[in-house]
């Protein structure tokens, strides 16, 4: 027993030591004012305290296992030419820093952050604005991507770079930061094992959330709003995604997500308000979509007929234009959501109705294959064919069926 | 011709069927909005009221209204008063009469109930509608001397705004879907007034519906001012065009 103590003791004392480095101060207008120049004479755990003053070192790079915090936001300015923070170290920590004008290329990607193959970066407190690329890890492991506000600039796709670009990582952590302005808001490639928790990802030219071949993922209460082409997901299985919040994508291929080749995943409890569509899959099999909200969206749900062994249960469906749309014969699986649009009674009171619904409206149908038939929506003509195909089901596909829907909104 | 307006507004007012109407749209609007919980589905409910129910109503009962005061219009007539002034009045004071009529059934439960732009528009629409659909009808019962051949071009009439066109419309859609329609569409629509109405309701109700590929179209004309303005003056031509064609048969007319 004795010894145990002695050893924790002395681990105690060495991991103590091990993490006392020095401490520079870098200032403007005294013996170190460069930040660069503090990193070179540092040594592997050693801390940079950074006071306010705009520094503007070009490229500053980052080569040591080093803890650099600003005080009260210091200005790194990359005039727009330079990458400005290249972290090539392990175990950094970069926080509290204001980070304004990188570079702009079509060539490289010049970001203002950029991790090169490295474990633990933390990269924390930040503000980013007028960047091209805001914080981009490259085959980095392990690290943390939190409270940063990104804030771009582009206008077009190509003048304009991803807000967090993370590509070929692994169990990366993103947590609470804010991306406006920038090409694709959150974007991965090659990400496994990670965790996306509250973000806030709005107003980009393209997507809010962008990943392909990312497997393994969890996104939790993020919110994309008002991006030009909401959130798309492609080519990926075991996606998790919980109660985040898609709002206010509108437009013609814009979606509140997109979900393309997707396997294995899981979407729960997340809330869709006001999108033209508000997911829509493609090829995307075996996929759970639990008690989620669809408020007020032009289509709730477009099911391809590349679709199969979709679960579709506990949803509500609340004011949308269309509840659900196809382009075929279906074989997902929709059962126990409350449709507002639902006409049965329920005799037994056992708040599940008796008559089974069919969510894909004849006037659905007509206006996939025929958009400019939208003119007509909610006209007499519709409402007679709606309710015809309701009594005698010809053209609307037979099996996509909901045989328990719920006569009163479910609690969510 | 004040006078007239007075007196054809009192007349109608005294009348059971324009009370029973005011009564029905009050009843309706009211269950409506208090049937469901949320007011998004009242509007809606209440939408096919305004685009079905109002105009059959104001035309039927217009054309009616016409035949049944022929003797009055023949006691008008051997007056000193122009004939041009007594149509239009006769027009304005059916106008009047049923416009207030839908002001207090659906207008004052939907300021009630859901204040808000669709509200609103809704509203105006439902207005604009039941005016157009007096001119129409006294359109059709200028032209008929039968009253129940004229009835009968009332509701036929009706049927066609209501119904066919849009059945029309469905036919022309699927036969050229290989051409680009967008624009064609936003002409043919001008030829309805019910479907004009229908689609300014339709941009502040299902506008995410609306934003997609074909939607866009309409948005980008309809939520402009200028296209907002067009809309309005078709609207207005739909009033105008009638009652002045009528004006000129009347005119002319062998009492």
């Known amino acids: 027993m004795k010894q145990i103590l002695l050893a924790i003791l002395f681990l105690i004392f060495f991991s103590?030591?091990?993490?006392?480095?020095?401490?520079?101060?870098?200032?403007?207008?005294?013996?170190?004012?460069?930040?660069?120049?503090?990193?070179?004479?540092?040594?592997?755990?050693?801390?940079?305290?950074?006071?306010?003053?705009?520094?503007?070192?070009?490229?500053?790079?980052?080569?040591?296992?080093?803890?650099?915090?600003?005080?009260?936001?210091?200005?790194?300015?990359?005039?727009?030419?330079?990458?400005?923070?290249?972290?090539?170290?392990?175990?950094?920590?970069?926080?509290?820093?204001?980070?304004?004008?990188?570079?702009?290329?079509?060539?490289?990607?010049?970001?203002?952050?950029?991790?090169?193959?490295?474990?633990?970066?933390?990269?924390?407190?930040?503000?980013?604005?007028?960047?091209?690329?805001?914080?981009?890890?490259?085959?980095?492991?392990?690290?943390?991507?939190?409270?940063?506000?990104?804030?771009?600039?582009?206008?077009?796709?190509?003048?304009?770079?991803?807000?967090?670009?993370?590509?070929?990582?692994?169990?990366?952590?993103?947590?609470?930061?804010?991306?406006?302005?920038?090409?694709?808001?959150?974007?991965?490639?090659?990400?496994?094992?990670?965790?996306?928790?509250?973000?806030?990802?709005?107003?980009?030219?393209?997507?809010?959330?962008?990943?392909?071949?990312?497997?393994?993922?969890?996104?939790?209460?993020?919110?994309?709003?008002?991006?030009?082409?909401?959130?798309?997901?492609?080519?990926?299985?075991?996606?998790?995604?919980?109660?985040?919040?898609?709002?206010?994508?509108?437009?013609?291929?814009?979606?509140?997500?997109?979900?393309?080749?997707?396997?294995?995943?899981?979407?729960?409890?997340?809330?869709?308000?006001?999108?033209?569509?508000?997911?829509?899959?493609?090829?995307?099999?075996?996929?759970?979509?639990?008690?989620?909200?669809?408020?007020?969206?032009?289509?709730?749900?477009?099911?391809?007929?590349?679709?199969?062994?979709?679960?579709?249960?506990?949803?509500?469906?609340?004011?949308?234009?269309?509840?659900?749309?196809?382009?075929?014969?279906?074989?997902?699986?929709?059962?126990?959501?409350?449709?507002?649009?639902?006409?049965?009674?329920?005799?037994?009171?056992?708040?599940?109705?008796?008559?089974?619904?069919?969510?894909?409206?004849?006037?659905?149908?007509?206006?996939?294959?025929?958009?400019?038939?939208?003119?007509?929506?909610?006209?007499?003509?519709?409402?007679?064919?709606?309710?015809?195909?309701?009594?005698?089901?010809?053209?609307?596909?037979?099996?996509?069926?909901?045989?328990?829907?719920?006569?009163?909104?479910?609690?969510? | 011709m004040k006078k007239i307006i007075k007196y054809v507004i009192v007349d109608i007012m005294r009348n059971k069927i324009v009370i029973a109407y005011t009564l029905l749209l009050l009843a309706i609007s009211f269950s409506l909005f208090n049937l469901e919980d949320n007011t998004d589905k009242g509007l809606l409910g209440l939408m096919n009221i305004v685009l079905i129910i109002v105009p059959l109503i104001c035309i039927i009962f217009s054309t009616i209204y016409v035949y049944n005061s022929a003797e009055f219009i023949e006691l008008l007539v051997s007056q000193p008063l122009q004939r041009k002034h007594i149509w239009i009045s006769l027009f304005a004071g059916i106008a009047i009469a049923l416009t207030l009529a839908f002001v207090v059934g659906v207008g004052i439960m939907v300021l009630l109930y859901s204040f808000t732009a669709t509200g609103l528009i809704l509203i105006g629409v439902g207005l604009i509608l039941s005016v157009i659909f007096v001119a129409i009808a006294l359109l059709a019962a200028v032209y008929t001397r039968d009253k129940a051949k004229g009835i009968g071009i009332a509701v036929l009439l009706w049927l066609y705004f209501s119904i066919i066109f849009d059945g029309l419309v469905l036919f022309i859609l699927f036969q050229f879907a290989d051409y680009p329609l967008d624009k064609a569409m936003l002409v043919l629509s001008g030829l309805n007034p019910i479907d004009t109405g229908r689609i300014l309701v339709l941009l502040k109700m299902d506008v995410s519906a609306l934003m997609g590929y074909t939607g866009a179209v309409f948005q980008n004309f309809f939520g402009t001012a200028i296209g907002m303005g067009i809309t309005l003056l078709v609207m207005f031509l739909w009033m105008i065009v009638p009652v002045s064609l009528s004006v000129r048969k009347f005119r002319r007319k062998d009492l």
């Open chain 1, 16 to 412: 103590q030591i091990s993490f006392c480095g020095r401490v520079y101060m870098v200032k403007k207008n005294s013996g170190l004012s460069s930040i660069q120049a503090a990193i070179n004479q540092a040594s592997n755990g050693d801390t940079i305290l950074v006071f306010p003053g705009v520094y503007t070192e070009k490229n500053i790079l980052v080569n040591k296992s080093l803890v650099l915090i600003g005080k009260n936001y210091p200005v790194l300015d990359g005039e727009h030419k330079y990458e400005i923070v290249s972290i090539k170290a392990d175990n950094v920590v970069f926080q509290g820093f204001k980070l304004i004008h990188s570079g702009v290329s079509s060539l490289i990607d010049i970001a203002a952050i950029k991790v090169f193959s490295k474990r633990n970066v933390e990269i924390k407190d930040n503000i980013l604005d007028g960047t091209f690329f805001g914080i981009y890890l490259q085959k980095a492991v392990s690290c943390v991507v939190e409270n940063n506000q990104l804030t771009g600039e582009g206008t077009t796709d190509q003048q304009s770079g991803n807000g967090i670009h993370c590509w070929q990582c692994d169990s990366i952590r993103i947590i609470g930061n804010s991306v406006k302005g920038h090409r694709d808001g959150i974007y991965f490639e090659f990400v496994n094992h990670s965790l996306i928790v509250k973000n806030i990802s709005a107003n980009n030219i393209r997507y809010g959330l962008h990943f392909m071949f990312s497997n393994n993922n969890s996104y939790i209460a993020n919110t994309f709003k008002n991006n030009n082409a909401g959130v798309s997901v492609m080519f990926s299985h075991g996606v998790n995604m919980f109660n985040n919040i898609f709002e206010d994508n509108w437009g013609d291929g814009c979606y509140g997500i997109f979900l393309k080749e997707i396997t294995d995943s899981y979407i729960s409890g997340n809330q869709f308000r006001r999108n033209t569509t508000g997911i829509f899959m493609e090829g995307a099999n075996r996929v759970k979509v639990k008690k989620n909200q669809f408020i007020k969206n032009g289509w709730a749900l477009k099911i391809d007929a590349s679709c199969e062994d979709d679960t579709l249960a506990f949803n509500n469906f609340l004011g949308n234009s269309f509840d659900v749309g196809t382009n075929g014969t279906l074989v997902s699986n929709f059962n126990h959501n409350y449709w507002d649009k639902y006409e049965g009674y329920d005799l037994n009171k056992n708040n599940v109705g008796d008559v089974p619904y069919h969510p894909v409206s004849l006037f659905s149908m007509i206006v996939s294959k025929n958009p400019s038939a939208m003119i007509l929506f909610r006209s007499v003509m519709a409402s007679l064919l709606d309710k015809v195909e309701k009594i005698l089901p010809s053209l609307t596909p037979e099996n996509l069926v909901d045989h328990n829907p719920y006569m009163k909104p479910i609690r969510l």
